[in-house]
């Protein structure tokens, strides 16, 4: 395939994972970040450019690696890495998608469709639950909008698909496709997690997955299907209040969460993952932020590999002349989320 063009090496440096170097062997070893092992049994192949842990057995290719390392699709990975890379990467092959890329569509309408829709939509008694479980009241269970994903073609599917088809021209939102000549939606098992901007736009959706095995957050998105459209990795905006100090965190639903925990009036802004800070520089100049506080998982201090994306974060804050003041709390608590919810924020949060 195409994406092994990429040389392993330059994903696992790109993901902040230290690896054996000049070791004259087609295979590198290094410390899975995946399963946080403390012995260095994943091993990249640089001959092939694919990656192998013989302890949790995980494996694939440098996009795959990059891509599951910061939440994002292959596509989005791949890019990244080409725009980064020193040498010539060919463009992404028509023949790889199922059907042409429709352009995506303003903020504005994706927000106002995006709300309607979840509006029409039910949370499943075990998304509430598990909601709930994270400390979130009703109350801000129904302000955030989660949702459950309706079965595929099941009567709410039906009605959800037909209602929103004929009040809106659904080409250019990501997650929805056309086929056969009526609109459908993609389906992963989960429940939605709105994606919002400074002002409280739905830039796009998250889905939390039922089966986190493998995967916990997907993209609710329709790249490769007829009339489909790709889904950015968006960075999520909680409270945005002008002159506020944000707290930097990983993830849509961490953020939402903590925030609600607080008992401050807080603002979060949440990276896709915290490698991810692909338009942060953007965000963070927009609002005229000038202070922040870093409120990163705490496997930061255990883990390498998130350790050089967080020393990454700390580079382009320095660059764009933002103070960073970092937090620390008990490593017990992987969030900031666990902690506030095991209710340490009086004790826990210290610089």
């Not at 010539?88 to 309408?109: F, S, V």
């Not at 309706?150 to 004929?166: N, R, T, W």
Request: aromatic residues 10%; contains cysteine.
């Amino acid at each position: 395939m195409i994406y092994m063009n990429i040389p392993i090496l330059q994903a696992a440096d790109a993901c902040g994972i230290m690896y054996e170097r000049n070791t004259g062997r087609a295979e590198v070893r290094a410390k899975c970040p995946f399963c946080n092992d403390s012995q260095p049994r994943l091993y990249l192949n640089t001959d092939k450019n694919v990656f192998h842990c013989q302890r949790c057995k995980k494996s694939g290719n440098s996009i795959t690696l990059y891509a599951e390392r910061n939440g994002i699709s292959n596509a989005a990975a791949y890019r990244e890495l080409a725009e980064a890379a020193v040498f010539d990467c060919p463009p992404l092959p028509l023949y790889n998608r199922i059907e042409p890329e429709t352009a995506i569509k303003p903020l504005e309408e994706r927000s106002r469709i995006y709300g309607d829709f979840l509006r029409m939509l039910e949370l499943a008694p075990k998304h509430r639950l598990n909601l709930q479980n994270r400390g979130l009241s009703d109350k801000a269970i129904e302000a955030n909008l989660y949702r459950s994903v309706p079965k595929k073609y099941g009567k709410l599917y039906s009605k959800v698909m037909y209602e929103l088809s004929c009040k809106y021209d659904l080409s250019g939102v990501p997650g929805f496709y056309r086929k056969n000549g009526q609109w459908h939606m993609v389906t992963p098992e989960g429940f939605f997690i709105p994606v919002r901007d400074a002002q409280g736009r739905i830039q796009g959706l998250q889905v939390r997955l039922d089966d986190s095995r493998k995967q916990k957050y997907k993209w609710f998105s329709s790249n490769g299907y007829p009339d489909g459209t790709k889904c950015a990795a968006f960075l999520h905006v909680v409270n945005w209040k002008t002159g506020a100090k944000p707290f930097i965190t990983e993830g849509a639903l961490k953020a939402d969460t903590a925030c609600s925990l607080m008992e401050q009036d807080a603002c979060f802004i949440a990276l896709p993952g915290v490698g991810s800070t692909k338009g942060l520089e953007q965000l963070m100049r927009g609002l005229d932020i000038s202070e922040a506080a870093e409120a990163f998982d705490m496997d930061k201090e255990t883990n390498p590999a998130v350790e050089l994306s967080v020393q990454k974060f700390y580079r382009l804050m320095e660059e764009i002349g933002v103070n960073v003041q970092p937090l620390r709390w008990n490593p017990m608590y992987k969030g900031i989320d666990d902690m506030l919810l095991a209710g340490k924020e009086s004790e826990g949060l210290a610089a």
